[in-house]
């Protein structure tokens, strides 16, 4: 599975829209993009995921560069329980590999 | 109702004991997983079982035997606890993700041994 590259943390203003980058420079034409959060200590929880086109569903959006080397998840108006360690996977195998992730602060 | 549950949440154990921490889901999926994140928050996959049968084995401890009795659960039982298999466990369904599928977790059970 292909690795990612995500910034250790970041922050947002409540109400504002979070955009938290992700580098898959090795993906494979098949491998899909995964985003999961993980709020506290709960268990992870999906988010979204895409192919090669943007996706948009009711929790974000998955904005996926052509060359699919990049992609971009868009909390459009981020709120305070929106803070959690974001993971982006990329896999097409049977397991996800979770790397460190990003932890968004969402502050008011 | 709960997508993926896990039974106990917390459990406490001294060193050498055997313990089991038990999974089910209710959403028809034919893969189920069980993930281990310890004290430094890494969420690391341990088994994963598609159809009762064993497809993903990651290099852990013979010490820890999974279990499928049937596609909607998934136990893992753990022989002669060490002070280092204290950790959140978490268990996973999915259908097979090669088809670009979600994951639903569980909320966790944490085991500390003492």
């Known amino acids: 599975d292909a690795k990612t590259t995500q910034p250790p943390s970041m922050d947002c203003a409540e109400g504002r829209a979070a955009n938290l980058p992700c580098n898959h420079s090795?993906?494979?034409?098949?491998?899909?993009v995964y985003w999961y959060r993980q709020i506290h200590s709960q268990g992870p929880q999906y988010i979204i995921h895409?192919?090669?086109n943007n996706e948009t569903n009711e929790m974000a959006s998955l904005i996926i560069t052509e060359d699919r080397k990049s992609s971009t998840l868009i909390l459009p108006h981020a709120t305070l329980r929106d803070t959690a360690v974001y993971y982006c996977?990329?896999?097409?195998?049977?397991?996800?590999?979770f790397g460190q992730g990003t932890t968004l602060q969402v502050k008011p | 109702d709960t997508a993926v549950s896990q039974t106990p949440k917390y459990l406490v154990t001294q060193m050498g004991n055997d313990k089991s921490i038990k999974c089910e889901q209710n959403?028809?999926?034919?893969?189920m997983y069980w993930y281990k994140q310890d004290s430094k928050k890494f969420l690391k996959i341990m088994f994963s079982?598609?159809?009762?049968?064993?497809?993903i084995n990651e290099t852990v401890p013979n010490r820890f035997s999974p279990k499928s009795p049937d596609k909607a659960h998934l136990n893992l039982h753990i022989n002669s606890l060490e002070l280092g298999d204290s950790a959140v466990y978490f268990c996973?369904?999915?259908?097979?993700?090669?088809?670009?599928?979600?994951?639903?977790f569980g909320q966790g059970t944490r085991l500390t041994v003492v």
């Open positions: 996973a369904s999915s259908q097979p993700l090669h088809r670009g599928t979600e994951a639903f």
């Open positions: 090795t993906i494979s034409g098949n491998e899909y």
């Open positions: 895409g192919l090669k």
């Open positions: 996977i990329v896999s097409n195998t049977g397991k996800l590999i």
């Open positions: 959403l028809g999926h034919d893969t």
């Open positions: 079982y598609n159809n009762k049968e064993l497809i």
